[in-house]
């Protein structure tokens, strides 16, 4: 299930994946390495994203399982679709909370460093690396995906569901870097004004979940399991 709905939000995504990535899609070099195919050297640059996805959803989702041991997990799910409307309608904030991860500056630099580095090579294995490196650059669909495996609070769960959200882009990033153009600027123009309606109907979902309304896949009842009753001694 988990793969599906990641699998469902890489589709949703993957027009403004193509918009943002298309120009890296379309610059990879082609391989000299013999025996090989042109297609192979762009399907092992779409599987280092794919692998990239996995380990953050991993990660995002172990911290979540931190999360639901505290007994927080619907707490942080009202709080991060709370913090996606109001990233929407106040984009001041995004800017203040960027400021505060100057950090995050340098090591963007620097993996924008080691891509172009990569793109002057011509190997399959270096094919693998620039989309393992592309799964790190900043990328507001893939901050809404790991969003939500941080929510789903298992270490597995995540990782499907990030899986999910890779292969659903893969049939546009694929298809870009094979055809060797971008979207027009008019196509991206629309794509940008369905961000932000398919980012809000997230956040609202995620706030749907954390309500524990008993509403099946939207909001479902968070049993209270037994580790977490008293237990009464007579």
Known sequence: MDLVAGFVVGILGSLHCVAMCGPIAVALPTANAAGMSYVTGRLLYNTGRIITYMLLGALLGSIGGLIALAGMQQAVSIAVG??????????????????????LGSFYASLRTRMGTLLRQKSFLSLLLIGIVNGFLPCGFLYIALAGAATLGEILRGMAFLAGFGLGTLPLMLGISLIGHTLRPGIRRKISALLPAFTFALAVLFILRGLNLGIPYVSPQVTETASSTQTICH
Do not use: K
């Open 82 to 103: 709370c913090l996606m409307i109001l990233a929407l309608f106040l984009p001041s904030i995004t800017v203040f909370l960027s400021a505060r991860w100057s950090f």
